[in-house]
Each structure stands twice: as C-alpha cells, then as structure tokens.
C-alpha cells in the first residue's frame, strides 16, 4: 500500500507579504488623515451630524421611557420619523421642511375625512371602490402638480400629503375610527417637528443667510485673485514658463486660478438653494430686516460670474499654443498691469463693502479704471497699427501714430469717451513710437533671409500676424472684463440700497 506524504508549511510570512500588510497600513493612515483635514475644513458638518444625534436621542425617550409611551403609545414612533426627515443642515431648509411637512398633513387629513365620510354613506360594496379611486387620483395630482416649475419648491409637501392621505384612508377603511388616526397623526408630527426645530436653532445654528453672504464675498475676492494671477502669468517672459499646449480644460486643474474661477462658475445653484432657505429664516444677527433681499444676492453673483467668465477667457489665451513674443507683450506690461490691477481692486472693495454692509465705491475708483483702459485701448490700437504696417508694407514706423490709430480704432472695444481719448492719446502715442522702433522683428532673422526665402518670410509674417491678434485678444477679453465690473457695481448699488447698507465707515 502506497504512502502519501503531507507536507505542512512552517515557514513565516515572506518579505513580499509584510511589504503589502505595510502597505495596507500605511493606505489606511493615508485615508484617516485625509478625513481628518476634511473635517478641519469645514466644521458645519460634524456640528450638524452631532444635532442630528441629539435630536433623534431626544425624539427615542419618547419611546424608551415608561411614562410617555403609555400616554402617546405606539403612534409616537410616528415623532422619531418626522424629525429624521425635518432636520436639515441650516435653519431656514429645516423651517421650509417643517412647513411643507405641516401643511401636507393637513391638506390630506382634511381629504381623508371628507372621502371616508362619502364612501362610508355610499354603502358597503362602494366604499372600497371610492377609496381607491380616490387614492389612484389623488396620487396623480400630486405627482403632476410637484413638477411644475412654481411648485417645485414644495415638492417635499406633495410627497406628503400622498403618504398621509393613504396611511389615514387605509386605516380607516381596515380599523375604522379616522379621527384617532388624524389625531394621532397630528401631534406625533408635531411633537417631531418641534424637537428638530429647537435643537437647531438653540445648538449652534448655522444660517442659510450667513453662508449666502460669505459665499458671495468669498467668490468676490476669488475672481480678483485670478485676474491677477493670469495677467501676471501672461506677462511673463515666455522662457521662464513651463510650455503648456493641452486643450483640455482637466490639464490645469493643479492652477489656482482656474480652480477658484471654477468654484465661482459652479456657485449659481448653490446660491439659488441658500436664498430659498434663507428666506424662511427670522430676522437674526445683522440681518435684521423682515424682509431682507436675499435674491439681490443670487442676481449679484450672477453678474460676477460674467466676470469670471473673461478670467477663465484670459486664461485659455494664456495656455494658446500661439503665443505673441515676449518682446512685444513687454510693451504693454505697464498699461495691461494697471488695468488689471484697478480692476481686481474695484472688485475687492464691493467685497469688501458687502463683507461690512457698507456702501463705500467712489467715483473715483471708476474713474482710475477708465484712464487706465484708455492708455490700454490706444497702445494696443498703436501696436497693431504698427504690426500690420510693417507686415504689409515692410515700412518704418510711421511719424504720426494717431493717424494709424484713428484709421483701425474702428474694430476694438469702444467705450463712451472714445472721442476724448483720441484728443489725449498724441502725446503718449509719440512715447510709445520711440520704444516700438527699438524692437526687432519677430522671430529674430539676419536680413538676407527676407531676400533669399521671400515664401518662408510670407509665412512668418503670417504667424507674427496670427500672434499679434492673441495680444490683441487678451486686451480686448480685459477691456470686456471692465465693462462688466461696471455691471457689477451697479448690482451691488441696488443690493446696498434694497438691504440698506450703512456709510462708508470703517469695519
């Protein structure tokens, strides 16, 4: 008879199976610390898991204890799910959840009674057919009525009247006592409904309102921050930047300039679902009119993401994969510098003003940014004019620069003083004459190359052309930026006259 042998392994764990328990080990660290800056974020949420908790705590010694379950008895489970699906992260959601779960209720205990009263004197054979036909058309009005656009908002309250409206028919056709069942009903969902309320505004209450408004300002100071960003990348002298020639919006994600001109673009539906909530709020802490303009703040924001649509504008003209030289960027450092820069302070100070509900924009901010789009508008008119001049006819610059000025000042951004810049540009057009004639073409050629490739001088030519209108179209997306803060002050003047800001005075 063959013998079998069995061989048992008593060899420890190979070196490959510890590096992977390491590994394991090392992820979940990884994990635990990546929570653990979540929660540092944003300390919103562990408060209102926390009210959560207390809530439901609360709600259960209902149950839990002796005395009040033999008074209110086994429909008080009724409180524990009313207040898991009243509780909301702010105050205003929680008041217009509270609401739309009251009044659902009593529109389908009034339904209820009146239905179960008719199919009760209809006789026994037609009262199941009455009740459930009732029930199949009061499921399709409510279904129907939720998703029409004004009514969207009680979406919550329709579900509702549904869910109570067949709970209290069913029962009664089975038990029959409705109004016990109404009652019943009533104060369980009172009882809920009230806890959830107290706990949160007496615990740490985090406002709809509050958030709205620091949002708001949050994004004002964002899109500032990325104008200069990009304008200051821009500028830059093209080999010290990393060449980037991606299309693809995903490729500058790791920018935080397109990252916060991103959170401002996606703000629109988060700022519509505050002012919802934040309408439901009483008056508290600065915002103590009845009816404070919260949807002046959804307009505001609206405009400011016009704006930053010419930021992430700018920011594609960056990243372009034609590019004006270096030399010829460098002439309107100064002039695209000072726009940009007024700019991103007018911006900051109607934060600033809303941030401190104060009114404090002077014309005379406006006034700075006007002159310094005019220096931009005429020289990036002058340096055009020069490029196509030189490209087209292979001639000098010319002696009188205003006069190519006026010729082509057609097809750029027009503003309400065209007509004064032009009377005020000649003397600052001869200054720059002088600092365009120093430059060389572009790209740097020795002079026999225009004579002996006349085809491969064409088509630089070309090139220089094509990256003369990138130039241009970052000045025009910066002048087109102006014109919409210009909106943008306006939106704020009505929000500051609708919420009656203060002075200008110091916060």
Known sequence: MGSIEINIPTSTPTKPELHETKFGVKKIWVQIQSVWEICKEDTGREIFALKVGVTVLLVSLLVLFEAPYQVFGSNIIWAILTAIL???DT?????????NRAVGTLVAVILAILVAETALSCGYLAEPIIIGLSMF?????????????????????????LLTYCLIVVSDYRIGNPIKTVIDRLYTIGIGGMISVLVNVSIFPIWAGDQLHKELVKNFHSVADSLQECVKKYLEDGSEKSKITMASIDAFHDEPAYMRCQSTLDSGSRFEALAK??????????FMHISYPWFQYV????????????VMALHSIVHAKIQVPYKLRVGLHSEVEETSNQAAELVRNLGRDISCMQWSVKDSHIKRLHNSIKRLQ??????????????????????NPSKSFT???????????????????????????????????????????????SEQNIKMRGIESTAMLS?????SSLMEFVARVEHLVEAVDELSKMAKFKSALLC
């Open 86 to 88: 009243v509780f909301e």
């Open 91 to 99: 105050v205003g959601a929680t008041f217009n959840r509270g609401f």
């Open 137 to 161: 058309m009061i499921a399709v009005i409510t279904s129907y009525m939720k998703m029409w656009g004004a009514l969207v908002q009680y979406e919550y309250g329709f579900r509702v009247t």
């Open 277 to 286: 909530s934040a309408k439901w709020e009483p008056p508290h802490g600065r």
């Open 299 to 310: 307009k505001v924001g609206a405009v400011l993401r016009h704006c930053a649509y010419e």
């Open 378 to 399: 005429s020289s990036i008119c002058f340096q055009y004019s020069y490029m196509l001049a030189s490209s087209t006819f292979e001639s000098p610059i010319p002696h």
């Open 407 to 453: 010729n082509i000042s057609h097809i750029f951004y027009h503003l309400p003083y065209q007509r004064e810049m032009e009377e005020e540009t000649e003397c600052y057009q001869e200054i720059k004459g002088k600092q365009l004639r120093r430059l060389c073409s572009w790209p740097p050629r020795e002079a026999d190359v225009f004579e002996e490739d």
């Open 471 to 475: 130039l241009t179209n970052f000045a």
